[in-house]
């Protein structure tokens, strides 16, 4: 890792890995947005898990560049391992082990990487 | 019964609870493929555990010792010989995990093992909705426990 990234300790540093960092906590911020709007219109839990997991995704992998290399790759390939899939558990990788749609409901609008400057509402 | 690894997607295996007998297949290639999913599997150190639901009961098979998984079953965990406890921090090469088996007539049962993601904290890991139980067989099965007593686990035709 560069200068650029920073050490894995202290993370990115870069004014664009900063308003990354906000641009991806603020879409995460949205999801809940996404929920109430769902559940106005009368979806069920699963749709709204359905939907928040792979959207929770989809922004993992928009913002992507926010874990440096050589990190992101050796993250991708444990998740591809434990998941089948690297950006990480699918809804019914949850399901499988007793999670609830509410549970995946709540994990979807979680960030992760506190270091990374992205834990901001876990 | 179709069980599925806790720690590797691709292999599923057929667990026989009457003789604790489990033989491990490719996800791809299962003969099991379209059983509902009954329990999960992962050795913990040297000790195989299953931890299933047969005849309507949750079950924990560790070694050969079988326990009802109910209010009487209690499960203690830590960290042991790590420098650090923290969960957000800590990796699999950092000291092991314990676990501590208690149930009524049966002596304690202790298993140690590796736990946590290798290499790199959960603290630097962006993927959403990773928790560190997913990284500790051990550890989910006592949260699952606590958290409603596995009341919604292997009861329906969950993927699996």
Known sequence: ?122 | MRVISHDIYAEVGEFDPATGNLTTFYRDSAPNAGQPLRGLYQSLGDTPVVFYRDAGQLRLRVGDLVLPADEALSLQWQLVDATETDLDQHVAEDGAAELTITAPDTRPVVVRYSSGPPRIPLALDPTPGVEYDHWDFGLFIKNILEKNGGASLFVEDAPG
């Open chain 1, 1 to 122: 890792m560069g200068d650029e990234a920073g050490s894995p300790k202290t993370g990115p540093r870069s004014r664009e890995v900063l308003q990354g960092r906000d641009a991806y906590n603020a879409e995460i911020g949205g999801l809940g947005r996404t929920e109430a709007q769902m559940r106005s219109e009368g979806k069920s839990d699963e749709q709204i898990a359905r939907a928040l997991n792979q959207q929770r995704r989809d922004i993992g992998e928009k913002y992507k560049d926010l874990t440096p290399e050589p990190l992101r790759s050796e993250i991708y390939a444990r998740n591809l391992e434990r998941y089948q899939d690297r950006l990480g558990p699918t809804a019914d990788w949850f399901r499988a082990r007793g999670k609830s749609w509410a549970d995946i409901i709540e994990s979807a609008k979680r960030t992760g990487g506190g270091d990374l400057g992205l834990k901001s509402n876990k």
